[in-house]
């Protein structure tokens, strides 16, 4: 059971609006920590696609975003397109465990 | 541009060290965190351990008797040593640079079987 709870899987249209959810406790997310996510196709290394709760590193799409309140973060993607079909994970950094910690993953199926 | 490549053997013994070194291209190993995260097949990512040049280390507690991770500036590559493995240890093994809240460069991974 991962310290991060995202939903297993979440679907949506092309063009449509998803937001994927990764819930934490008050020792990790709840403390201010920053909320990375990653994006990974199968039998790929993930990407980072956001870190720092809502930042994107240079080349991302701004069709994805990030945001973050209280013991929960949320990606949300835009224009959902058939490229985006992958599996999507949350970070952050447990200060009771001293420890990065993901989320379980959650697997995007664009219909 | 930074790469990373993962290398090690493919199969360990059960009970046996898994040794896997991660060699970093393209840029200097003396700055950012060095991790390892490995991913069982068909299940999610697992943070393993991060060393930081200046030589501080931080581990997974759930790992943490059996991983010892080092880095030798002088060949720009970093290093895990995973003792004791038993097939739950199976899984593709990354590694990764980042600073101290994320992970921005992976290798492509390498993939681990335990079994006799």
């Known amino acids: 059971q991962s310290v991060l709870t995202q939903p297993p899987s979440v679907s949506g249209a092309p063009g449509q609006r998803v937001t994927i959810s990764c819930t934490g406790s008050?020792?990790?997310?709840?403390?201010?920590?920053?909320v990375q996510w990653y994006q990974q196709f199968p039998g790929t290394a993930p990407k980072l696609l956001i870190y720092?709760?809502?930042d994107r590193p240079s080349g991302v799409p701004d069709r994805f975003s990030g945001s973050k309140s209280g013991t929960s973060a949320s990606l949300a993607i835009t224009g959902l397109q058939a490229e985006d079909e992958a599996d999507y994970y949350c970070?952050?950094?447990?200060?009771?465990?001293?420890?990065?910690?993901f989320g379980g993953g959650t697997k995007l199926t664009v219909l | 541009q930074v790469q990373l490549q993962e290398s090690g053997p493919g199969l360990v013994k059960p009970s046996e060290t898994l040794s896997l070194t991660c060699s970093v291209s393209?840029?200097?190993?003396?700055?950012?965190?060095w991790s390892w995260i490995r991913q069982p097949p068909g299940k999610g990512l697992e943070w393993i351990a991060y060393?930081?040049?200046?030589?501080?280390?931080n581990y997974n507690p759930s790992l943490k008797s059996r991983v010892t991770i080092s880095m030798d500036t002088s060949k720009n590559q970093f290093s895990l040593k995973l003792s004791s493995v038993t097939a739950a240890d199976t899984a593709v093994y990354y590694c990764?640079?980042?600073?101290?809240?994320?992970?921005?460069?992976w290798g492509k991974g390498t993939s681990v079987t335990v079994s006799s």
């Open positions: 060393i930081h040049y200046s030589g501080n280390t």
């Open positions: 393209g840029g200097s190993i003396s700055e950012y965190f």
């Open positions: 970070q952050s950094y447990d200060s009771t465990l001293s420890a990065r910690v």
């Open positions: 720092g709760d809502s």
């Open positions: 990764a640079r980042g600073v101290l809240t994320d992970m921005d460069v």
């Open positions: 008050r020792s990790n997310i709840g403390t201010g920590q920053d």
